[in-house]
């Protein structure tokens, strides 16, 4: 791996370098993305070579046992051969966690520009139109100083929503271990959401079993109640059991301490995704009444029948919709990314 990530980084390098020099960007899947993180993540390294070391210890401990037999010392290795194990797994679960939640950010800070973008074409065709009912006497100076106004806050809103764009990117980029300033981003698609079909107790059966965490502490208590069986004989201090016992008492508790936990985890984010999907659901509809309003809002306002406030709630009305619409998909993104994170998807 140490070799790999080595190319990969050159390559990366000459990439980014190639990108910045031709004018050319990098669009990532969120597959890819992973990977490239996976790849230049300096903590994921660490454990790998904590995971390096405990195969080594292990190899060690095989070794001893040819001069000196002792069954707790290969289980102790073996059992800090596979929380080492775990801890790697457990580290690109993080990692591959953190690097979707920051591709879906992208995403939905593109939308909000696209939406803050609509909204200033919006206040600009307001704008026009009072101008001209302004040249024929249908309105009065303080109604273009108004629509003026909608327009200067509409930018003043795009720029915002540019701005929060760009941190969103750098976020993304530090993520993947690239320079904050690199032409690369995450892949545009239109964010929205499938039909939801896990199975809530299934995935949960599945994850108290196979979760990372889960098989660390159940190597932890086989150790501990090795030590106690270990222990009690006629010829090992009655303190020392009694302590083994202790350490296996509290491996147990801790045990069912991240079950329980874990169990709250799942359920929350399943909760999670259920709502998000009920929210996106009305909020479609709000979209397209709002949409619908201001099309008719803009030609009452040109016949003369509403006011240019009336206007502008209208417009108000049709950004929040789909601001508020973005928000639930991706909310529903991201309480999806981590519920299957959750439930130990990628173990399947």
Sequence with gaps: ???????????????????????????????????????????????????????????????????????????????????????????????????????????????????????????????DIAEKKLAVGTVTRLDVIQATRSVLNAQAGLSQAQHGLEL??????????????????????????????????????????????????????????????LADNDYTPALTLEQASINLAKMETQFNQVRALLELDVRQNYSAIKDAVERIRVLQKGVEEAEEMIRLSELMYEANMITSTDLADARLAVLSAKNDYIAATYDYQLAKAKYDTAVALALR
């Design 1 to 127: 791996m140490c070799q790999n990530r080595l190319v990969w980084g050159i390559l990366l390098l000459m990439l980014l370098a190639g990108s910045a020099q031709a004018g050319n960007e990098m669009y990532l899947t969120v597959k890819e993305a992973t990977s490239m993180a996976e790849e230049n993540s300096l903590e994921l390294h660490l454990t790998y070579l904590a995971l390096k070391e405990a195969q080594l210890q292990y190899k060690q401990a095989e070794a001893a046992m040819i001069m000196r037999p002792s069954p707790v010392m290969l289980l102790q290795a073996q059992a800090g051969l596979d929380m080492a194990q775990q801890n790697y797994l457990m580290g690109k679960d993080k990692l591959g966690l953190t690097v979707k939640t920051d591709f879906y950010s992208v995403l939905k800070m593109e939308n909000m520009v696209a939406i803050a973008a609509e909204a200033v074409e919006s206040a600009k065709r307001h704008l």
């Design 168 to 229: 969103s990117q750098m976020k993304f980029r530090q993520t993947l271990g690239v320079p904050l300033d690199g032409l690369v981003y995450a892949q545009s698609y239109e964010l929205d959401y499938q039909p939801f079909d896990g199975d809530l107790y299934a995935d949960l059966a599945f994850a108290l079993t196979n979760r990372d965490e889960i098989k660390q502490l159940q190597i932890a208590i086989d150790v501990a109640r090795k030590n106690v069986e």
